[in-house]
């Protein structure tokens, strides 16, 4: 009912920025709140940034004043602003909504992000 598509990954170099984008279609008024996830390869995926549909902000420590989550409720669109871009930064990003009618959590098919050192 709803879909996802994430944009804006690529390379760039450690102290880079990147912005990633995620558009989200289909059932709109079922999506609660929004966040960005993240896994590399041979871990665990993590949750990087969340927003609630009011626009209450979330982060976790290694993401806190490096990254902004924002979120246009017109547009249907959430972003991640990525700034000091690290190498342990590089992992496949992923974009997920929350609806609450029916529950159930939507997934985007992920953009690579690879920071060189």
């Known amino acids: 009912q709803v879909q996802l598509v994430e944009s804006g990954g690529g390379l760039v170099q450690a102290g880079g920025s990147l912005r990633l984008s995620c558009v989200a279609s289909g059932r709109i008024l079922s999506i609660n709140d929004m966040y960005w996830y993240r896994q590399a390869p041979g871990k665990q995926r993590e949750l990087v940034a969340g927003?609630?549909?009011?626009?209450?902000?979330n982060y976790e420590d290694f993401s806190e004043g490096r990254f902004t989550i924002s979120r246009d409720n017109i547009k249907n669109e959430v972003y991640l602003q990525m700034n000091s871009l690290k190498p342990d930064d590089t992992a496949v990003y992923y974009c997920?909504?929350?609806?609450?009618?029916?529950?159930?959590?939507?997934w985007g098919q992920g953009t690579q992000v690879t920071v060189s050192s």
């Open positions: 927003i609630t549909r009011g626009g209450f902000k």
């Open positions: 997920n909504a929350d609806s609450l009618s029916p529950p159930y959590a939507y």
